[in-house]
């Protein structure tokens, strides 16, 4: 199997790398952890833990990165992620329940974030003229421009890290983790009950 590791760089190819530790060239932390775990559990599954450790640690650079990038511009990641909704929504609107289950987190949490950005003139809170029981959460024009800035920001944040990796890694990354996400989450626009995995579930 061909691997090229490094955008720019030389390529590292490695033969028949089927398992854990087989491919030639560095070896990275988490093959160091792998080794010790294999040690005090030989029974364990050394692929699903080497797996499992190098997406979380990826997360966390990735996430450092953005946090980085974003403390420069003095911004909070929850402010990244309720413009991000607010822009996807139509008319760059949401109602609150539906900007509620975008953000995942409690009402009075996505209340306080709304008014925090109201406060700063990037969005308004409209009564639903369909049902005045609801509540429409709308960006305005400067909301609509920051968003599309901390966009910016963020692209430039996962581009320091991912942009590391060869354009045809990145496509076959991507591809193994749609694969993933949809084992997990099922495919999209398709309501699925959540699989519960137990010890010793496989895949079929």
Same mark, same amino acid.
């Given at each position: 199997m061909d691997e090229t590791l490094v955008a720019g760089g030389t390529e590292t190819v490695a033969e028949g790398c089927d398992g854990i530790g087989a491919a030639p060239g560095? /070896? =990275?932390q988490v093959d160091m952890l792998v080794d010790f775990w294999a040690r005090?559990?030989?029974?364990? =599954?050394?692929? &699903?833990?080497?797996?499992?450790?190098r997406? /979380?640690?990826?997360a966390h650079h990735l996430e450092r990165a953005l946090r980085r990038e974003l403390g420069q511009n003095d911004t909070d990641v929850w402010e990244l992620e309720v413009l991000m909704a607010l822009r996807r929504g139509a008319g760059h609107c949401l109602s609150a329940g539906e900007l509620l289950k975008e953000s995942q987190v409690t009402s009075g949490a996505i209340t306080? /974030? &709304?008014? /925090?950005?109201?406060e700063r003139g990037w969005a308004r809170r409209d009564v639903d003229p369909s049902d005045r029981r609801h509540v429409l959460v709308t960006l305005t024009p400067e909301g609509v421009a920051r968003a599309d800035k901390l966009l910016a920001t963020k692209t430039q944040a996962d581009q320091a890290v991912l942009g590391l990796l060869a354009p045809r890694v990145q496509e076959r990354l991507n591809n193994d983790l749609r694969a993933l996400?949809?084992?997990i989450e099922g495919p999209a626009g398709v309501d699925v009950v959540p699989v519960k995995h137990r010890r010793g579930d496989t895949a079929p």
């Open positions: 560095p /070896r =990275d005090e559990n030989p029974h364990l =599954d050394a692929q &699903v833990k080497a797996l499992g450790i997406l /979380r640690r990826a306080n /974030r &709304v008014a /925090r950005l109201e996400l949809i084992a």
